[in-house]
């Protein structure tokens, strides 16, 4: 018995984490706040969704022609439905990249597997759903390709909505390997369990 709960201590799938998990989780706790604060600010000063549809006319108009239509057709005539629905996820998305990383900070190795599945779950979730609100805010924006050298020597080299799917891309792509791995490891214990029962 000792020798399972040693081992469960030194994996890091099950333990704390190391120096190079704390950093990937420091990142998505910046992007959950990014994500947490824009969504909240929609909320409290209200009014996005009633103006979504003026917003969009206004800014899309150097947008990709397949964008555009999708927007002429489809989201400004439900502007304040898709404006309810963009507040209320990059508020959730926010919660989600800040709230697992805490837990897997401070909890990480008290929680279950299954816990701690739910919690990989969750950040991969809201990494692609984040990672789709980027790319859509980009596109909606008429903005240019990442790839194109700004036009004018005081603009960024990439703006954020660039930065962000690429970056939700990597931690929703570690959080999946990671609960496969987990779950992997889980079944492995539970074999094992039963040979010793045996």
Known sequence: MN???????????????????IGLLAVTMVIGYEWFVSGLVKFVRGGFPA???DELREK???????????????VIPNA??????????ELLAGVALIAGPLIWLLAWDRISDRARLAVLFLIAAAAI???FLAVNLHLANGA?????????AFDEG?????VLPA???????????????????GADDGRRASRRRR
Do not use: C
Not at 80 to 89: A, H, N, V
Not at 144 to 152: M, N, S, T
Not at 158 to 162: E, M, R, V, W
Not at 167 to 177: H, L
């Open 3 to 21: 020798a399972r709960i040693g081992n469960r201590a030194a994996d890091p799938l099950r333990g704390k984490p190391g120096l190079p998990a």
């Open 51 to 53: 103006g979504l549809a």
């Open 60 to 74: 899309s108009e150097g947008t990709v022609g397949w964008y555009a239509s999708f927007l002429d057709s489809t």
């Open 80 to 89: 304040r439905l898709f404006g309810y629905l963009i507040e209320t996820s």
């Open 129 to 131: 759903g984040g990672t």
């Open 144 to 152: 240019a390709h990442p790839w194109l050298i700004p036009g004018d």
């Open 158 to 162: 990439i703006d954020l909505d660039s």
């Open 167 to 185: 970056m939700q891309m990597v931690i929703a792509t570690v959080s999946i390997v990671l609960m496969l791995r987990l779950r992997r490891n």
